[in-house]
């Protein structure tokens, strides 16, 4: 069964930094690509950010571009989400998710498989 | 960036009853790569549709997308008691990958 399980979220203090982890198993995790996107209280969604299947290709929403670093341990089937000068905006839940398709490179991808998502909440 | 536009906002409908969604893109998708995307209270969102027409792995015929340029609909042919969710749509047509607002389904 194809199963992706976040970790690392909770409570921070504006200017602050967590890593979000995401556990995967169940598939070839090298041969896809991966995606953070997240959910402010009571809102839709947003795409967060984007990494290949070997981590050699990263890609940001503007609005974390420069404080938020994707990154991903193929050894380890994990996925990792590094957030540095967090703010007060940042608070939501935090999805992992793979793309659908090995084909997709990390941008262009519909997400068929989800974590249960972690929850960041920045305040002081 | 690319604007989705979903309506309605809310939709009240009753089980058995033909559900159809829209959404609307501020800007031609001229790969149509639209995906919609169901969730439910406190859980994460499960991907529906791919490709504006694609059924993803395990998804019951009842629903079926369609759609091309700016226009995109999902239909829900019956509603079964487990349909009642919000739907969400997403582009991956351009970058960065966008979602519309969502559209509640709602029992009437």
């Known amino acids: 069964e194809v199963q992706l399980l976040e970790s690392g979220g909770g409570l921070v203090q504006p200017g602050g930094s967590l890593r979000l982890s995401c556990a995967a198993s169940g598939f070839t995790f090298r041969t896809y690509a991966m995606s953070w996107v997240r959910q402010a209280p009571g809102t839709g969604l947003q795409w967060v950010s984007a990494i290949s299947g070997s981590g050699g290709s990263t890609y940001y929403a503007d609005s974390v571009k420069g404080r938020f670093t994707i990154s991903r341990d193929n050894s380890k089937t994990t996925l990792y989400l590094q957030m540095d000068s967090l703010r007060a905006e940042d608070t939501a839940v935090y999805f992992c998710?793979?793309?659908?398709?090995?084909?997709?490179?990390?941008?262009?991808?519909?997400?068929?498989?989800w974590g249960k998502g972690t929850t960041v909440t920045v305040s002081s | 960036e690319i604007v989705l536009t979903q309506s309605p906002g809310t939709l009240s409908l009753s089980p058995g009853e033909r559900a159809t969604l829209s959404c609307r893109a501020s800007?031609?998708?001229?790969?149509?790569?639209l995906a919609w995307y169901q969730q439910k209270p406190g859980q994460a969102p499960r991907l529906l549709i791919y490709g504006a027409s694609s059924r993803a792995t395990g998804i019951p015929d009842r629903f079926s997308g369609s759609g091309s340029g700016t226009d995109f609909t999902l239909t829900i042919s019956r509603l079964e008691p487990e349909d009642f969710a919000v739907y969400y749509c997403?582009?991956?047509?351009?970058?960065?990958?966008?979602f519309g607002g969502g559209t509640k389904v709602e029992i009437k």
């Open positions: 997403q582009q991956y047509d351009s970058s960065p990958p966008t």
């Open positions: 998710a793979k793309v659908t398709t090995t084909s997709c490179y990390g941008l262009r991808c519909s997400m068929d498989v």
């Open positions: 800007q031609s998708l001229t790969s149509s790569y």
